[in-house]
């Protein structure tokens, strides 16, 4: 059969681009600052580094060369790896983990969308700020617009394809995440009083760390790396085969990093220079922050249009990375062309998004899972169940099943990093064993 040829990265700064913007987002910039703090500051920054070296990055590498050795989809990497097994279905479950995280990872871009122009124009007004949530996202219009609008974007760069899409727009949109980041970092760690956010961020209190704190840790570093539900296995599969994968991995997963670790030292200074309350979940995004912004003045017109342009950004890469697993699914598997399937597969996400953002407005009364709303229903299911069970299985399946030489051989073709027997350590009893018990917690068996 005659296929046409698979699209590649053409750079490796347009791969190493595009692979941080997929793991720099959403989970960086709102989340990672908060659990941080509420575990205890400095030891869990600590902790979780480790977990980034010992689970984060063989995974990371896993991923990757699964996909670089198939050159294919999730789906159809489990496929040529073990046909006729089950383990196709982890490719499946990466793929409905897409699905599901991008219909309402858009509905949440999109608040951010919102607010590149509102914190700007309500604060103007002088009205009370803990409002425009309630005003501008809980209105049915005015959420469903914001998230058609950011998948219009996303459907818009997948569209381009690899290179002339996913490569090319990450490649202008990381370094003006970078530049936004550190004008904001510069702002709030010379901001009068930003010592003692230091100090909430960084001092390490190891009363505050506990078991939970090391779970939170872990979940945190599946989903901030994108891994878990085959998206570096799509990225990996656009890779050539002369790259150097285990030095990719380390740039992808230092990028990640240090993006989250600014983003505390933008968040927690700033909350505590104003004497605000470093509070929990899109609280502290889009309600303590634009208080923050309010408060600075004139210049908070400018810096909370920064903050949410670089929220944006980081949430638009990542989205962008989302779509790319659905899409690459149908068009290797079912041989559907580029066009039809981000167009069909984009609609189909935005069609399921309505119900999240609905969950703002007209349905918040519905509660889902344990009385959570639509939103964070999504986001149980996908981020506590699907991601850890990806992992866990993506793990066995290398570690026991295909072979860590196999592994090891794929991986070190073209690198000058080698990965070494410490990574089949690491992938056969330390990956499962560590996810394996967050798995559990999240399931609620350990609680
Ligand atoms: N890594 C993204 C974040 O930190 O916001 C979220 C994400 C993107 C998870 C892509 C999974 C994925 F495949």
């Known amino acids: 059969m005659v296929q046409a040829e698979r699209e590649h990265w053409k750079t490796r700064a347009g791969f190493i681009a595009a692979a941080a913007g997929s793991a720099i987002g959403l989970g960086n910039i709102w989340r990672f600052p908060y659990i941080a703090g509420r575990y205890g500051g400095g030891a869990f920054v600590l902790v979780y580094i480790l977990l980034l070296i010992f689970v984060g990055y063989p995974v990371m590498n896993s991923e990757l060369l699964l996909g670089r050795k198939t050159q294919k989809n999730p789906v159809g990497a489990f496929k040529m790896l073990a046909p006729g097994k089950p383990w196709v279905i982890v490719g499946f479950m990466g793929v409905l983990a897409g699905f599901i995280i991008l219909s309402y990872y858009s509905v949440v871009a999109g608040w951010a969308l919102s607010y590149i122009l509102k914190s700007g124009t309500y604060m103007a007004a002088g009205s009370d700020i803990g409002n425009i949530f309630v005003i501008s996202i809980s209105s049915t219009f005015g959420g469903i617009f914001w998230h058609t609008l950011f998948m219009l974007l996303t459907i818009g760069i997948v569209y381009g394809g690899i290179e002339k899409g996913i490569e090319r727009w990450s490649k202008i949109l990381m370094p003006v995440l970078l530049i936004l980041l550190i004008i904001l970092v510069i702002r709030s760690v010379t901001l009068p009083g930003a010592a003692e956010g230091l100090a909430f961020y960084l001092k390490p209190d190891f009363s505050k760390f506990s078991g939970e704190g090391f779970l939170a840790a872990l979940g945190q570093v599946f989903f901030t790396l994108s891994l878990g539900m085959g998206c570096m296995i799509t990225y990996g599969s656009y890779l050539k085969k002369n790259e150097d994968l285990p030095l990719n991995a380390k740039y992808v997963v230092g990028a990640d990093t240090l993006v989250a670790l600014l983003a505390g030292f933008v968040i927690f200074p700033a909350v505590f220079a104003f004497g605000l309350e ?166 609620g068996i350990l609680r």
């Open 278 to 443: 470093p509070t929990t979940g899109p609280g502290l995004t889009f309600i303590t922050l634009p208080a923050v912004f309010l408060q600075m003045g004139l210049a908070g017109h400018v810096f909370g249009s920064i903050f949410f342009i670089l929220l944006t950004i980081a949430a638009l890469t990542s989205a962008i990375s989302l779509l790319e697993v659905v899409a690459a699914y149908f068009i290797d598997e079912n041989k559907w062309n580029r066009k039809k399937a981000t167009i069909v597969m984009g609609i189909a996400i935005w069609f399921l998004g309505i119900f999240p953002s609905l969950g703002y407005s007209t349905l918040s009364t519905v509660k889902v899972i344990g009385g959570r709303d639509i939103l964070d229903s999504f986001d149980f299911f996908a981020n506590n169940i699907l991601l850890p069970l990806g992992g866990l299985l993506i793990a066995i399946f290398i570690g026991w099943f295909w072979g860590t030489d196999k592994a090891l051989e794929e991986a070190n073709q073209g690198a000058n990093t080698k990965l070494s027997t410490s990574y089949s350590f690491l992938i056969k009893y330390v990956v499962p064993i560590a996810v394996f018990i967050v798995f559990l917690n999240s399931i």
